[in-house]
């Protein structure tokens, strides 16, 4: 198994383009997510999935747009970049939902850093 | 909104020495889950906690939470080298994750 895999490693934009990060899993996990991860703030969500043809916000969801058109994949896209979304982006996955009776191990991508310009 | 606050943001131990990271919900939260970032990595889980008053042990790390379910906490005993890295602990209520800040741990041989 691949894990979760992420694309691109490093990113380079100018204010106002648009572009998509790639995210894919192979552990048939239900659960998908995006954050991000700016110095001195943890972790933030920005969206989540809990299966195919569903999506919610999360914490920090403006400026950013996903889909999850199959189990596997779960690309974020950013609409118009801005200077402020300069930062880490990590992609987990986990087989179910974290919910008031437990979640599950969350395994994360090794990461897209994205500095826009 | 739900907020976890993490404490020390920073610490820096010479080898042997323990430590110890806090994390402070200002709700109750179903569940918590601690997690290890090596420096240039990603977050790899180590843990979770559901019971009111539940302690685990992994080896060197015990990881704690709350009676009330508010707080917990990870010491690690005799720190090495190999823990350096930044730890988080994440706070989950009803489909909402939070992160802690993370508190870096940096160990001097």
């Known amino acids: 198994n691949a894990g979760v895999t992420q694309t691109p490693k490093f990113q380079v934009l100018k204010t106002g383009q648009s572009m998509t990060l790639q995210c894919a899993q192979d552990?048939?996990?239900?659960?998908m997510s995006w954050y991000r991860q700016d110095p001195g703030m943890g972790l933030r969500l920005i969206h989540y999935?809990?299966?195919?043809?569903?999506?919610d916000q999360g914490e920090v969801p403006n400026g950013y747009n996903v889909s999850r058109s199959t189990t596997e994949d779960f690309p974020l896209r950013l609409l118009s970049a801005a200077p402020s979304q300069t930062s880490v982006y990590f992609c987990a996955s986990s087989m179910f939902l974290p919910g008031p009776t437990g979640g599950d191990t969350q395994y994360f991508g090794p990461g897209t850093r994205l500095t826009v310009l | 909104g739900q907020q976890v606050m993490q404490i020390p943001q920073y610490q820096h131990v010479q080898e042997g020495e323990d430590f110890t990271t806090y994390c402070n919900s200002s709700?109750?939260?179903?569940?918590i889950q601690w997690y290890k970032q090596r420096p240039g990595g990603h977050p790899v889980f180590l843990i979770q906690l559901v019971k009111s008053g539940e302690v685990k042990k992994q080896k060197r790390l015990t990881f704690q939470f709350g009676e009330a379910k508010k707080n917990s906490s990870l010491h690690i005993t005799a720190t090495q080298t190999t823990d350096v890295g930044t730890y988080f602990c994440?706070?989950?209520?009803?489909?909402?994750?939070?992160f802690g800040a993370g508190t870096r741990l940096t160990v001097k041989p």
């Open positions: 999935s809990v299966g195919a043809g569903i999506t």
């Open positions: 552990m048939n996990h239900e659960y």
């Open positions: 709700t109750t939260l179903s569940n």
């Open positions: 994440a706070g989950l209520r009803v489909n909402d994750m939070r």
